[in-house]
């Protein structure tokens, strides 16, 4: 009898007819009946709550029934909203176009490993200059990551994720008409800006999911990825034997010319709305994805909890969330040097043939002319298009296991078997057998990347969700900005030095995952850092899902 809606007016005269008496709901006559409407010795009742319940009436009399319907109203949070409607045509449909964003992520940047030995060649530029070129664009995602996960926590998950692919479509264009050097470097760069915000479609993506799904779904959308770098692999073998790298940064921007035509579909988030205060506009997004997948909600009413405290980075650093932060900085730092490595040694490992080619065009080569350079040619395509097939079976070995042995060890195995699989190339094996060790490293390291990218959204709560991930993508781009200058710099020096940088620094991330004191697996997202640590704050409901579009009738409350 605590949740009334309204005062209750009460007026009565004296009984006539004591042998029964009851309380109905707003249906019913007396209920609804004004104090005018009442005869002598009857009881009228505006707006009162009922439960049904027995009174005893005395002397053998059979007790009257006395009805209080829903003293205690039902209610629901957001993430019994999204567990009760389940996965089905929404989820499927907001996997379509968040995969589209992430294919355009990994199409900018496997296009990194493909124009940097062309422009080396065409405008005669040193190898340094041509790693710079890689690490301009991770300086701009470095840079950007975190800001973007700031304005997703504050402004919104739909926001963030629209104005970071608009800005990197705008200026992929323009860096097709880059004339010299400088302006690849400036244009490159604010591609790099854009993209440090794609990882914000994994947040608003994770926030619609239900938990016994939601690293399998997770997993699927980063297939999205594969077919990206696959995909741009494709039409490097098309276009630039004929047309050139300009018309392959231009065609590269197709799936984000796909996603800006389509993103007024997106939705925004119903757990950020909630947080956010707009719990109206969040049953609303429910009652949309309800009935898109042919369910119902909950019954009773939405639970909202505000908090206006969001998107702080020294929230990652409370007692309980310290120790994550710092692991999974270094966690993401490694996959990115460790991946985005491998991407690079492909195309330069295949240049030379085996190791034993690059050993020989350092000694011949390099001390020479450090201009001297060759083209990539159709064989050198195909392997690289092999390679980058790698991601698929990498994704498949990851989803069998992370909800068999838990995220933290999926990590763990991940960075074990990649730095294993790279031993191999420590010898002088051939160009076959360097394809397939190639092929196994980049499976493990891709898979150990994605079961990241599930752990980190379901180990923060949704007021630091966004930036939780915008600040580990960041530390990401520290590793994937350093990786040229060993890929592409230190190999020339040393075959072997850089492989054992590759292989400590894998090892590394597997320790560090290891001792990640939170395991996700079958967790429910966490909404507040106030509700975890201090108890609710400004805890409001709604009405029932059912009654929401619905008023009052006749100057009377239907009750709740």
């Not at 004296?14 to 109905?24: H, M, Q």
């Not at 991601?391 to 989803?399: A, Q, R, S």
């Amino acid at each position: 009898m605590t949740n009334w809606d309204t005062p209750s007016s009460i007026g009565y005269h004296r009984w006539k007819d004591t042998d029964s008496l009851s309380f109905r709901h707003g249906a019913s006559r007396l209920s609804s009946l004004t104090e005018e409407e009442c005869g002598d010795d009857e009881i009228y009742v505006q707006a009162v709550p009922t439960v049904q319940e027995q009174v005893e009436l005395g002397d053998g009399q059979q007790p009257a029934t006395r009805r209080q319907d829903n003293a205690k109203v039902d209610t629901f949070t957001v993430e019994e909203a999204v567990e009760a409607i389940g996965f089905g045509i929404f989820q499927w449909k907001l996997s379509m176009l968040t995969g589209v964003a992430w294919m355009a992520d990994a199409m900018e940047m496997m296009i990194l490993s493909i124009l940097g030995p062309q422009l080396h060649c065409e405008w005669r530029l040193p190898s340094w200059e041509v790693a710079f070129i890689t690490s301009v664009v991770f300086i701009g995602m470095m840079l950007s990551s975190s800001l973007w996960g700031n304005i997703s926590d504050k402004y919104g998950r739909r926001l963030g994720l629209i104005l970071c692919m608009v800005w990197t479509l705008y200026y992929g264009l323009l860096s097709a008409f880059a004339p010299v050097y400088g302006w690849i470097l400036v244009l490159r760069g604010l591609v790099g800006f854009g993209i440090g915000g794609a990882p914000q479609s994994v947040t608003l993506y994770s926030e619609f999911l239900p938990s016994k799904s939601r690293a399998t779904c997770i997993m699927l959308i980063e297939v999205f990825w594969a077919l990206g770098a696959v995909f741009e692999v494709l039409l490097a073998m098309l276009v630039m034997p004929t047309l050139g790298w300009r018309w392959l940064l231009a065609f590269s921007t197709i799936p984000l010319v796909l996603f800006t035509t389509l993103c007024f579909w997106l939705p925004e988030s119903a757990r950020y709305d909630v947080l956010t205060g707009n719990s109206q506009k969040a049953l609303v997004t429910l009652k949309r994805i309800a009935e898109d997948n042919r369910a119902e909600l909950p019954k009773g009413r939405l639970i909202a909890n505000r908090q206006d405290d969001r998107g702080k980075i020294q929230d990652l650093f409370t007692p309980e969330y310290r120790m994550t932060t710092i692991l999974l900085w270094f966690i993401w730092f490694a996959n990115a040097f460790a991946y985005y490595g491998l991407v690079l040694l492909t195309t330069e490992l295949f240049q030379a043939g085996d190791i034993c080619g690059v050993n020989t065009a350092r000694a011949k080569v390099e001390p020479r002319c450090s201009l001297e350079c060759s083209y990539l040619t159709l064989d050198d395509y195909k392997d690289l298009l092999w390679t980058t097939l790698a991601e698929f079976p990498g994704l498949l070995v990851i989803l069998w296991v992370i909800d068999r042995i838990g995220r933290k060890k999926s990590m763990v195995m991940c960075f074990v078997a990649f730095s294993v699989s790279i031993l191999p190339l420590y010898a002088c094996i051939g160009r076959t057998a360097l394809t397939i060790f190639i092929f196994i490293a980049r499976a493990f390291i891709t898979g150990g990347w994605q079961a990241a990218y599930v752990y980190t959204p379901e180990v923060y709560p949704t007021v630091t969700r966004a930036v939780g991930i915008g600040t580990s993508s960041g530390f990401a781009r520290v590793g994937a900005l350093l990786t040229p200058f060993v890929a592409q710099v230190l190999l020339r020096s040393s075959v072997y030095l850089t492989l054992s940088v590759y292989c400590v620094c894998s090892l590394l991330g597997a320790v560090a995952a290891w001792f990640l004191p939170i395991e996700t697996a079958g967790r429910a997202l966490q909404e507040s850092t106030q509700l975890n640590n201090n108890g609710p704050q400004d805890m409001t409901s709604l009405p029932p899902a059912s009654q929401a579009s619905h008023g009052t009738q006749n100057g009377h409350s239907q009750g709740p």
